[in-house]
Structure formats: structure tokens, C-alpha cells
Nanobody, 126 residues
Framework: QVQLEESGGGSVQAGGSLKPSCIVS????????IGWFRQAPGKEREKVAR????????DYGASVMGRFSISRERAKNTVYLQMSMLKPEDTGIYYC???????????????????WGQGTQVTVSS
């Protein structure tokens, strides 16, 4: 059974683009905050982007602002992360997470999200 399932990671050269996707179980996507987080080896997990599904408001981590875009396709219960102008420092495992019935503005870090996918690897070479 799908709760959160990521796909679409991969390996690209710096300056390239990727668009991973996250399929979210329907009960998790209604009026929920859906976030993309990433974790590089030896580093803490950090916020990349979030979307609140009641109105589709979004917010981004400072390091990806202007390069990444989060969106969703309602009919497919899928959240996308369009990543452009990729840099080697964007390398890491990218996770999709959900917190039910909560606006993103009320959540702080990754610890506030109770539901997680298994992650998808993104590698950017220089």
C-alpha cells in the first residue's frame, strides 16, 4: 500500500534538471502539508520545499530558492519537485514527507512530519 512513494531521482551534471515525483495516499494529501527534504552524507536532513494542499501555498529552503519548484497534480495525488540549475551541493537522498491536516506554516523541521517515503537518490556531478 502506498503512503508516500518517491521516484525520479538520478544522476546529472551540474546545470542540469530533474523532476522527482511523490505519490501520496489519498488520506494523507487532504488539507495536509507535503514536503520535500534532503540529506547529504554526514549532514542533517534539511527542508527543500513544502506545499499546503488546501490552497497550494508553498515555501522553500534558502539554498534552492529560485531554482526548485514544488507543485502537485490533484488527479494523481502526486507532488513534484522540479529541480533546475542543479549544483553538486544538491546531491543527497531526497525524501517526501506528509503531516496530516496541518498547515505548513505551523510546522518547523523534519521532526514535525510523521509520514515519510523511502527516498530517492539525486547525484549532481561537476
Amino acid at each position: 500500500q502506498v503512503q508516500l512513494e518517491e521516484s525520479g531521482g538520478g544522476s546529472v551534471q551540474a546545470g542540469g534538471s530533474l523532476k522527482p515525483s511523490c505519490i501520496v495516499s489519498e488520506y494523507l494529501i487532504i488539507r495536509s502539508c507535503i514536503g520535500w527534504f534532503r540529506q547529504a552524507p554526514g549532514k542533517e536532513r534539511e527542508k527543500v520545499a513544502r506545499i499546503y494542499t488546501d490552497g497550494d501555498s508553498t515555501d522553500y529552503g534558502a539554498s534552492v530558492m529560485g531554482r526548485f519548484s514544488i507543485s502537485r497534480e490533484r488527479a494523481k495525488n502526486t507532488v513534484y519537485l522540479q529541480m533546475s540549475m542543479l549544483k553538486p551541493e544538491d546531491t543527497g537522498i531526497y525524501y517526501c514527507a506528509a503531516q496530516r491536516r496541518t498547515a505548513c506554516s505551523r510546522l518547523n523541521g523534519p521532526g514535525d512530519f510523521h509520514f515519510w517515503g523511502q527516498g530517492t537518490q539525486v547525484t549532481v556531478s561537476s
